[in-house]
């Protein structure tokens, strides 16, 4: 219990990490005279990064030792958030961000690991994992409003100082309650493949938090977008040549996994540019104290913490589709609801909207993760996990650099302006809503599913296969 107590810390800051930043934006901007690109790269640094990482984070930790890299995850962590604390320029703050982040990208996973292995009970195993996902919710949810009251009561900088003494003691605790392990047999290291990876991602989120500045159909932005190209198409012609690819392309085979990435990508990409430009709003447009602005999202963490465990449980039962469908209608509502949003908003409705996006977003995540996991032998299923994590730090990533991108120049204008602008990204989330629908409809049917049993077939068969629930709500194995 004490070392999952310990893994749970590190999900916490991480987590609240994540979002808890977005709250402070307004503050930063006035403080250090920050762009608007600079702001979106303040929270893009640090999801970038941690996605560009977080699949080499597993492996490493298998070959190396999971208690090591996870302290040198949390050192790391804590350095950085210490170096953003004491940031004099945006440009350090970003830098510091990416130190964050290298360091977030060695905790989350490996800590997963961690706890796979102390747990050995299948039964302690189960709750054990409950408690860590509940955490998660309770992280991402938590952000907003303990990044509020932070910004009003001592500074945007204290949001950064409050992680140090955590980490201290996480890596105290680590040294003294968590047993060294490795994996009997560790992935490769494929570099080729971590910085095509990390090529891929820089290069298209550059271009698209640079554009309204280069132009964009600028020769800069052009070239970005065609380096960015290039680099996937290499990408998918070097990694199944490798023995151990970074990336494993077999999964995708598997129509559920595929879905589950899609969706993984698409519902955070609505999730990232919810915080964005709700933060913009709230505070710029409205007026709002950081604390009231972060008071206001109360629903959607509410939602995330409340659905979150209940959509598990749905899914243990009778499998993604209905969470997936839920997710999609209340988010395609909600997108809905915010096209009509002005400066004016009545606060009721303004909650009801909020109500109605905590409900898709506490609902989508666990089947994201089943999808990615199931059909897949138990060997692979951490790698499988690990793309999906690497799926919703890339969706968040890109949210927050295409909502930036196309209402970011109006800020400077009246409220009524931002909020026009706004128009164009709420109805792209109330397309996310649709397609995240339409992938519950098809990544469930009996086709999707018998996909997923041939893509698990390619790791060596059946026999290490864990049980994937039907749409029926019959066992498939």
């Given at each position: 219990?004490?070392?999952?107590?310990?893994?749970?810390?590190?999900?916490?800051?991480?987590?609240?990490?994540?979002?808890?930043?977005?709250?402070?934006?307004?503050?930063?901007?006035?403080?250090?005279?920050?762009?608007?690109?600079?702001?979106?790269?303040?929270?893009?640094?640090?999801?970038?990064?941690?996605?560009?990482?977080?699949?080499?984070?597993?492996?490493?930790?298998?070959?190396?030792?999971?208690?090591?890299?996870?302290?040198?995850?949390?050192?790391?962590?804590?350095?950085?958030?210490?170096?953003?604390?004491?940031?004099?320029?945006?440009?350090?703050?970003?830098?510091?961000?990416?130190?964050?982040?290298?360091?977030?990208?060695?905790?989350?996973?490996?800590?997963?690991?961690?706890?796979?292995?102390?747990?050995?009970?299948?039964?302690?195993?189960?709750?054990?994992?409950?408690?860590?996902?509940?955490?998660?919710?309770?992280?991402?949810?938590?952000?907003?409003?303990?990044?509020?009251?932070?910004?009003?009561?001592?500074?945007?900088?204290?949001?950064?100082?409050?992680?140090?003494?955590?980490?201290?003691?996480?890596?105290?605790?680590?040294?003294?309650?968590?047993?060294?392990?490795?994996?009997?047999?560790?992935?490769?290291?494929?570099?080729?493949?971590?910085?095509?990876?990390?090529?891929?991602?820089?290069?298209?989120?550059?271009?698209?938090?640079?554009?309204?500045?280069?132009?964009?159909?600028?020769?800069?932005?052009?070239?970005?977008?065609?380096?960015?190209?290039?680099?996937?198409?290499?990408?998918?012609?070097?990694?199944?040549?490798?023995?151990?690819?970074?990336?494993?392309?077999?999964?995708?085979?598997?129509v559920p996994f595929s879905g589950a990435t899609l969706t993984a990508v698409v519902g955070f990409c609505a999730y990232g540019s919810f915080l964005f430009l709700n933060t913009l709003y709230l505070q710029d447009v409205r007026g709002f104290t950081a604390l009231q602005a972060g008071l206001c999202t109360l629903p959607v963490a509410v939602l995330i913490v409340v659905m979150a465990p209940i959509s598990g449980r749905v899914v243990g039962r009778w499998g993604t589709r209905v969470p997936l469908l839920v997710a999609g209608t209340a988010m395609a509502l909600a997108g809905l609801a915010f096209t009509w949003?002005?400066?004016?908003?009545?606060?009721?409705?303004?909650?009801?909207?909020?109500?109605?996006?905590?409900?898709?977003?506490?609902?989508?995540?666990?089947?994201?993760?089943?999808?990615?996991?199931?059909?897949?032998?138990?060997?692979?299923?951490?790698?499988?996990?690990?793309?999906?994590?690497?799926?919703?730090?890339?969706?968040?990533?890109?949210?927050?650099?295409?909502?930036?991108?196309?209402?970011?120049?109006?800020?400077?204008?009246?409220?009524?302006?931002?909020?026009?602008?706004?128009?164009?990204?709420?109805?792209?989330?109330?397309?996310?809503?649709?397609?995240?629908?339409?992938?519950?409809?098809?990544?469930?049917?009996?086709?999707?599913?018998?996909?997923?049993?041939?893509?698990?077939?390619?790791?060596?068969?059946?026999?290490?296969?864990?049980?994937?629930?039907?749409?029926?709500?019959?066992?498939?194995?």
């Amino acid at each position: 219990m004490l070392v999952l107590a310990i893994c749970c810390t590190s999900l916490l800051v991480v987590g609240m990490d994540a979002t808890i930043v977005n709250v402070a934006l307004p503050a930063l901007r006035r403080d250090l005279n920050a762009s608007v690109s600079s702001l979106q790269w303040t929270i893009g640094a640090y999801t970038l990064v941690l996605a560009s990482f977080l699949m080499l984070a597993g492996s490493t930790a298998d070959r190396l030792g999971r208690r090591r890299t996870f302290q040198v995850g949390l050192a790391s962590f804590g350095l950085g958030s210490l170096l953003c604390s004491l940031a004099p320029t945006v440009g350090w703050l970003i830098a510091a961000r990416a130190l964050q982040a290298i360091g977030g990208s060695m905790l989350n996973p490996v800590a997963m690991s961690i706890i796979t292995n102390t747990f050995t009970d299948r039964v302690e195993r189960a709750k054990a994992i409950g408690v860590w996902g509940g955490v998660q919710g309770l992280a991402l949810g938590l952000g907003p409003v303990v990044g509020g009251a932070l910004v009003d009561s001592a500074g945007w900088r204290s949001i950064f100082w409050i992680n140090v003494p955590i980490v201290v003691a996480a890596i105290v605790g680590t040294a003294i309650f968590v047993p060294e392990s490795r994996a009997a047999r560790a992935r490769r290291f494929d570099p080729v493949g971590q910085g095509l990876v990390i090529l891929v991602l820089g290069t298209v989120v550059y271009a698209i938090i640079e554009a309204p500045r280069l132009g964009w159909t600028s020769t800069e932005t052009l070239a970005l977008f065609g380096v960015s190209l290039v680099a996937l198409v290499t990408l998918l012609i070097y990694e199944p040549r490798h023995t151990d690819p970074l990336l494993e392309l077999r999964f995708f085979r598997s129509v559920p996994f595929s879905g589950a990435t899609l969706t993984a990508v698409v519902g955070f990409c609505a999730y990232g540019s919810f915080l964005f430009l709700n933060t913009l709003y709230l505070q710029d447009v409205r007026g709002f104290t950081a604390l009231q602005a972060g008071l206001c999202t109360l629903p959607v963490a509410v939602l995330i913490v409340v659905m979150a465990p209940i959509s598990g449980r749905v899914v243990g039962r009778w499998g993604t589709r209905v969470p997936l469908l839920v997710a999609g209608t209340a988010m395609a509502l909600a997108g809905l609801a915010f096209t009509w949003l002005t400066p004016h908003t009545p606060l009721i409705a303004l909650l009801g909207v909020y109500v109605l996006f905590g409900l898709g977003q506490g609902t989508i995540n666990p089947p994201i993760t089943n999808s990615a996991v199931s059909g897949m032998p138990r060997s692979m299923a951490g790698v499988a996990a690990s793309v999906a994590s690497t799926s919703r730090q890339t969706g968040t990533t890109l949210g927050v650099a295409v909502s930036g991108s196309l209402v970011g120049a109006t800020l400077a204008q009246s409220g009524l302006a931002f909020t026009t602008a706004t128009h164009t990204v709420w109805w792209g989330v109330a397309g996310v809503g649709v397609f995240v629908a339409v992938l519950g409809l098809v990544t469930t049917s009996r086709w999707a599913l018998d996909t997923a049993g041939r893509a698990s077939a390619l790791f060596g068969g059946f026999e290490d296969v864990p049980v994937m629930p039907a749409r029926s709500g019959t066992a498939v194995s």
